[in-house]
């Protein structure tokens, strides 16, 4: 295999993407979110974990403002990789 061929796009593509959206929508949601022992004074933390696909439980860190916000804001989504941890 040449590296021009590893990075075409296959051409199943879109159809790969369409099937596993459609899986997504299909899965049911089921998830946890107990508090965590992390002192913070402007959030609240948690110990997410939520079902795959597959059915393995993926487990998240989810910070939110203590206090609301009246408008929507953005939120951030960090997924770090084999070589990352989550931080301390």
Do not use: I
Request: aromatic fraction near 14%; charge should be neutral; glycine fraction near 6%.
């Amino acid at each position: 295999m040449t590296a021009a061929s590893q990075t075409k796009r296959p051409e199943d593509f879109d159809a790969f993407w369409d099937r596993m959206v459609g899986r997504c929508m299909q899965a049911p949601v089921r998830y946890r979110l107990e508090p965590a022992d992390f002192p913070s004074v402007s959030a609240e933390c948690f110990d997410l974990y939520f079902q795959s696909m597959d059915g393995e439980w993926v487990h998240a860190l989810y910070l939110r403002p203590r206090t609301p916000c009246a408008q929507k804001r953005p939120a951030l989504l960090m997924f770090h990789g084999y070589t990352w941890n989550c931080g301390g």
